[in-house]
Nanobody, 120 residues
Framework: QVQLVESGGGLVQAGGSLRLSCAAS????????MGWFRQAPGKEREFVAS????????YYADSVKGRFTISRDNAKNTMYLQMNSLKPEDTAVYSC?????????????WGQGTRVTVSS
């Protein structure tokens, strides 16, 4: 089992920045990929970005490309999401997830989430 704890959410004005962190513990050697997802009020959860833990390849949703950057620190077992040029539509609860190779996100490990609110 992998345990995940997010931090870094908060209230920010439109155009501002926030950095989210996701600290992993437990069986971290089993992690193949980690990612960020978000769920806005009244909407379904959506993919934001992901990173391959060993190789570092990254993937982004079109809505955040050029504004958000995902990264990881293998030594600290921590993943980050740098969010710049935030918009009110980025308001959501952001959750991190970890999955083994070939395993869908839904069957992986999930954090509790951290709330991000962007005011206009």
């Amino acid at each position: 089992q992998v345990q995940l704890v997010e931090s870094g959410g908060g209230l920010v004005q439109a155009g501002g920045s926030l950095r989210l962190s996701c600290a992993a513990s437990g069986r971290t050697f089993s992690i193949y990929t980690m990612g960020w997802f978000r769920q806005a009020p009244g909407k379904e959860r959506e993919f934001v970005a992901s990173i391959i833990w060993s190789g570092g390849s990254t993937y982004y949703a079109d809505s955040v490309k050029g504004r958000f950057t995902i990264s990881r620190d293998n030594a600290k077992n921590t993943m980050y999401l740098q969010m710049n040029s935030l918009k009110p539509e980025d308001t959501a609860v952001y959750s991190c997830a970890a999955a083994r190779n070939g395993i869908p996100w839904s069957s992986g490990s999930w954090g509790q989430g951290t709330r991000v609110t962007v005011s206009s």
